[in-house]
T-cell receptor, first 110, second 118 residues
Framework: QKEVEQDPGPLSVPEGAIVSLNCTYSNSAFQYFMWYRQYSRKGPELLMYTYSSGNKEDGRFTAQVDKSSKYISLFIRDSQPSDSATYLCAMNGGAQKLVFGQGTRLTINP | GAVVSQHPSRVICKSGTSVKIECRSLDFQATTMFWYRQFPKQSLMLMATSNEGSKATYEQGVEKDKFLINHASLTLSTLTVTSAHPEDSSFYIC??????????????FGPGTRLTVL
């Protein structure tokens, strides 16, 4: 079993839809959770970072963490074609190494 | 802030040659840098952790003699792929750890280097 599981998609939704991206994890030592966005042939860009259960909002993006269920989510409201990218969840337990999910390929159709 | 650059962005080389990739943190000091490899449509695979002034720590299965890492300063780490072969063709990405002094330190990624070995 992988430490972090993420549905690779692809996920295709119409413009304006609410997108929900999810990851589950098995290591209860994970405390810090991040979402990265990666455009094709580019390096990942940090979108959201959180270390506690609950919701964190930044513009159209909301990160949600449920440590009791070992489940994290990223919601994108009013999705735009420019949001089309691969979204990677990542987490660690205070050690230096990040553990990444496989990444979900998202396409927003105009 | 927290910008990481990589050079070159793309390199094509002949089999058997060595290729050096540079990773720089432009506006912050990074005591730790990480090197990843990413194959098409796959996630990032950590190759090694590079700490300034000390030897890199390689992940299991990564040949340290083939992938030489040098972290000579707080803003520069280099990855040298020695005697490259076609199977080394991949997208190499570095990241630098921004030490916030808080609960944890986030990683900021470079734009990646696409290596093609003919």
């Amino acid at each position: 079993q992988k430490e972090v599981e993420q549905d690779p998609g692809p996920l295709s939704v119409p413009e304006g839809a609410i997108v929900s991206l999810n990851c589950t994890y098995s290591n209860s030592a994970f405390q810090y959770f991040m979402w990265y966005r990666q455009y094709s042939r580019k390096g990942p860009e940090l979108l959201m970072y959180t270390y506690s259960s609950g919701n964190k909002e930044d513009g159209r993006f909301t990160a949600q963490v449920d440590k009791s269920s070992k489940y994290i989510s990223l919601f994108i409201r009013d999705s735009q074609p420019s949001d089309s990218a691969t979204y990677l969840c990542a987490m660690n337990g205070g050690a230096q190494k990040l553990v990444f999910g496989q990444g979900t390929r998202l396409t927003i159709n105009p | 802030g927290a910008v990481v650059s990589q050079h070159p962005s793309r390199v094509i080389c002949k089999s058997g040659t060595s290729v050096k990739i540079e990773c720089r943190s432009l506006d912050f000091q990074a005591t730790t840098m990480f090197w990843y490899r990413q194959f098409p449509k796959q996630s990032l695979m950590l190759m090694a952790t590079s700490n300034e002034g000390s030897k890199a720590t390689y992940e299991q299965g990564v040949e340290k003699d083939k992938f030489l890492i040098n972290h000579a300063s707080l803003t520069l780490s280099t990855l040298t792929v020695t005697s490259a072969h076609p199977e080394d063709s991949s997208f190499y990405i570095c990241s630098a750890r921004l030490a916030s002094g808080g609960f944890t330190d986030t990683q900021y990624f470079g734009p990646g280097t696409r290596l093609t070995v003919l």
